[in-house]
């Protein structure tokens, strides 16, 4: 069992950046790929970036992809979203996951309470 719990979200002028928190807590974290996901209102959810279990691998959205850098930390059981020249588009709720490591939501057994994101324009 993971229990994951994001923070870092807010307001922020196109632009700027924002760094996404997530405090995992259970003994298995390290063994868990995680991913970012966000979702728009009016729009389903989609996938952000994610990172292999010990970190080696990061995989993005081609809409994110050289703006956003996935992190982890198995000794303190967190992963990051570091996300700089942040547009409008990039507005959503952002969740992390914790599962395979794979792009695809239906591969993530457990999910954060998201943490919003809003950036003005």
């Known amino acids: 069992q993971v229990q994951l719990v994001e923070s870092g979200g807010g307001l922020v002028q196109a632009g700027g950046s924002l760094r996404l928190s997530c405090a995992a807590s259970g003994r298995t974290f390290s063994s868990y790929g995680m991913g970012w996901f966000r979702q728009a209102p009016g729009k389903e959810r989609e996938f952000v970036a994610t990172?292999?279990?010990?970190?080696?691998?990061?995989y993005y959205a081609d809409s994110v992809k050289g703006r956003f850098t996935i992190s982890r930390d198995n000794y303190k059981n967190t992963v990051s979203l570091q996300m700089n020249s942040l547009n409008p588009e990039d507005t959503a709720v952002y969740y992390c996951?914790?599962?395979?490591?794979?792009?695809?939501?239906?591969?993530?057994?457990?999910w954060g309470q998201g943490t919003q994101v809003t950036v003005s324009s």
């Open positions: 996951a914790a599962g395979s490591g794979s792009p695809h939501m239906q591969e993530y057994h457990y």
């Open positions: 990172i292999s279990w010990s970190g080696g691998s990061t």
